[in-house]
């Protein structure tokens, strides 16, 4: 049973130019989120989706950032015009769709922007 | 509002001594917790979850935690440490509406031999 999938596992990105992260949920799994982390620093909250919904944004930048969860394939985190601060690890985690289970976290993207 | 805090950004013991991660809760209800491990440049890895049951919870790798309400407390414990366990650990706190995950600011544990 695989677990979440997360690719690619390093990005190496030019300022001004887009990334993408992309994540697959754990098999049986509808919700998704994602985290970041910066250097130092614990895990911060970005975005909880599930299929072709956002349900909770409140942690994601209100500029340059989006994430969708489409019906059929991974969930994308797409960063526009990248810039240093950007630099960081990404994590995405799954849970299955009823209550009270723990998330389950992919091994990250890390971001360097060059 | 819900937080967690790890009361030490770094702990060092030696092989086979006991080890404890302090982690102090802030919650208006009953919480879930959880405690994650982090190894270098890896994801995070489920050690135990607290979710209202016994306040005494058993995890993987030896590890346990103990949920004590009077002092809104839910530090990491392991009787003897293996060189294994150095690694990044987080006490989490999941909200109750969304379901997300708010992380403490982890705990460098380091074993020596």
């Known amino acids: 049973n695989a677990g979440v999938m997360q690719n690619p596992r390093h990005l190496v990105r030019r300022r001004g130019q887009e990334a993408r992260l992309r994540c697959s949920p754990m098999?049986?799994?509808?919700?998704v989120y994602w985290y970041r982390q910066l250097p130092e620093e614990g895990l911060k909250f970005m975005v909880y989706?599930?299929?072709?919904?956002?349900?909770?944004e409140s942690g994601m930048p209100k500029e340059r950032f989006s994430a969708e969860f489409p019906k059929e394939g991974p969930s994308i985190l797409r960063i526009q015009q990248v810039v240093r601060g950007d630099s960081a690890a990404y994590f995405c985690?799954?849970?299955?769709?009823?209550?009270?289970?723990?998330?389950?976290f992919g091994d990250g993207t890390r971001l360097s922007i060059l | 509002a819900q937080s967690v805090t790890q009361l030490d950004s770094h702990v060092s013991v030696s092989e086979g001594t006991p080890v404890l991660l302090r982690c102090n809760y802030s919650?208006?209800?009953?919480?879930?917790l959880f405690w994650y491990v982090q190894h270098p440049n890896k994801g995070l890895q489920l050690l135990l979850k607290?979710?209202?049951?016994?306040?005494l919870v058993k995890g993987i790798n030896g590890f346990e935690a103990e949920f004590k309400k009077s002092e809104t407390s839910f530090h990491l414990t392991k009787p003897s440490a293996h060189m294994s366990d150095a690694a990044e650990y987080f006490c989490?706190?999941?909200?109750?509406?969304?379901?997300?995950?708010?992380f403490g600011t982890g705990t460098r544990l380091q074993v020596f031999p």
């Open positions: 985690a799954s849970s299955p769709d009823y209550s009270n289970q723990p998330q389950h």
């Open positions: 098999k049986g799994h509808s919700h």
């Open positions: 989706l599930q299929k072709e919904n956002i349900i909770d």
């Open positions: 919650s208006s209800y009953s919480p879930s």
């Open positions: 607290y979710t209202s049951a016994a306040t």
């Open positions: 989490v706190v999941r909200t109750i509406n969304t379901d997300k995950l708010i």
